[in-house]
């Protein structure tokens, strides 16, 4: 644990995200190893299968994820103010309220999993293959919950070590077993796509598991038999009024997705198949601006909790720099070896070709959205860290799904720059976000969010 209150801004951004980076960074290289084992063992369709489902899953988790994130300012906060009682309070009302929502979300979306299927125009040669990946995938959401909500404790006490070692633990199960359940071991038959899922869902429980099993060891807040379960009405609405508006930021996003998914894979399985290729790389270059956006909203919420508002004006101006400086690298390095960095994903051969040069054309444009990126994440994260997060969502709704879907269908139809127009949709629709956000973090409204008004009478227990 790590308290942000006192000593060098620029070394806690840098101390708190490197870690945090590494960790996330493993996420990706988990998820690319996985598509790349699908690529390689099952084809360019099997591919295309994996990513048609990918929006339609994106849109359980961010209720998940935005409870966790709810989570995380709280206890950054309550950190901040060395308050211990509140923190016990926090950790109860926060986790069981999350995993009741977890499985409720869950359940609606096992029922409507066939009209998802339908909103995102999957073609037919792969429908099955998508809908068994996508099946499996949401009923076994409530054990990535496990895990997301644990990593969100750990970061609101500042340990980002620890979040590492989860990830690393996450990274080598999914590494090992989703392989295996593709190609089949022992009594198991080979699984196909299905196998994937299968790997990721295993992979995620045992995590959980062993993880919660290490931070009884060495955490003296995971350990359940220590939290305070007395109902408070105040942090479960905190959580709610703060994670909502952010799921439902991440949902906006979700559905963009959806909306833009559905309209690539209206110029058949090559463009999708570079599409979901191209979605893997961008979250490998993302994750290092989106960790220290991360780094930023612990940092600046301990801070806020603590009333020490220059150091989270601080915050936001080392996270851009280090963020800036991190994207430029990744716009220059996507910019020029975007050719190779597909074929990574197939083997080259005729049939392949194609899918390789829609790769290609896609980075044309994309490999210059993650400085707006490194803008985006940063702001958010500070903003979120005060639980502003209606703002964000709607600042998200405006970007996405106001200016960056009709722009984009305008761009692909009427005015015929095919699917290159959804990449340039894309990235004028986020330049145009960096503005929006950076007029409202002018603006100062956040400043006069409190989320907590005064310490616990019990603060020092």
């Known amino acids: 644990m790590q308290d942000f209150t006192d000593g060098n801004i620029a070394k806690h951004v840098i101390n708190f995200s490197t870690p945090l980076m590494f960790g996330h960074l493993l996420l990706s290289v988990y998820g690319i190893i996985n598509m790349i084992w699908v690529g390689h063992l099952m084809g360019h369709t099997a591919v295309a299968a994996i990513s048609a489902t990918v929006p339609i899953i994106m849109l359980m988790p961010p209720f998940l994820i935005g409870l966790a994130m709810a989570t995380n300012v709280l206890i950054a906060q309550a950190f901040g103010r060395k308050d211990t009682a509140l923190l016990k309070k926090i950790l109860s009302n926060s986790f069981f309220a999350s995993i009741i929502f977890c499985l409720t979300i869950s359940a609606i979306a096992l029922l409507f999993r066939h009209q998802l299927m339908e909103w995102v125009n999957v073609p037919d040669e792969i429908h099955d293959m998508a809908l068994s990946y996508l099946t499996i995938m949401i009923a076994t959401l409530v054990f990535q919950f496990f895990v997301n909500w644990m990593t969100a404790m750990l970061r609101g006490l500042g340990d980002a070590i620890t979040v590492v070692k989860i990830l690393i633990m996450l990274t080598v199960f999914n590494v090992t077993l989703v392989p295996l359940f593709i190609m089949g071991f022992g009594p198991v038959p080979p699984l196909g796509v299905s196998g994937a899922a299968i790997g990721t869902a295993l992979a995620a429980l045992l995590t959980g598991i062993i993880g919660y099993i290490y931070l009884l060891r060495h955490n003296p807040y995971i350990n359940m038999h220590g939290w305070d379960y007395s109902f408070d009405w105040h942090i479960i609405r905190e959580v709610f009024v703060i994670g909502v508006p952010a799921s439902l930021q991440m949902l906006v996003v979700s559905l963009s997705g959806i909306f833009i998914l559905s309209l690539v894979n209206s110029f058949g399985t090559d463009v999708t198949a570079a599409f979901g290729i191209g979605m893997q790389v961008d979250m490998l270059a993302t994750i290092p601006v989106m ?23 601080e915050t936001l101006r080392m996270a851009i720099f280090f963020a800036l400086a991190i994207s430029l690298v990744c716009t220059l390095a996507l910019a020029i070896f975007s050719n190779q960095i597909g074929a990574i994903f197939l083997k080259e051969s005729a049939q392949h070709a194609n899918v390789l040069n829609f790769v ?19 702001i958010q994260g500070v903003l979120r860290s005060a639980g502003d997060t209606v703002a964000l969502m709607v600042l998200s709704f405006i970007a996405l799904i106001v200016i960056r879907v009709p722009l984009a269908y305008l761009l692909a139809g009427p005015l015929d720059f095919k699917h290159e127009g959804i990449w340039m949709a ?32 019990n603060n020092q227990k």
């Not at 991360?294 to 220059?310: D, F, M, R, V, W």
């Open 291 to 313: 960790s220290i956006g991360i780094a930023a909203t612990s940092i600046a919420g301990q801070n806020l909790g603590a009333q020490k508002i220059e150091r989270v004006f």
């Open 360 to 378: 290609g054309g896609y980075y044309k444009w994309m490999a210059y959205i993650f400085p707006c990126f490194a803008f985006i994440f940063v």
């Open 426 to 457: 894309m990235l004028f629709s986020s330049a145009l976000a960096v503005g929006l956000n950076l007029l409202y973090y002018k603006g100062g409204r956040w400043k006069k969010k409190r989320i907590f008004r005064e310490k616990t009478a």
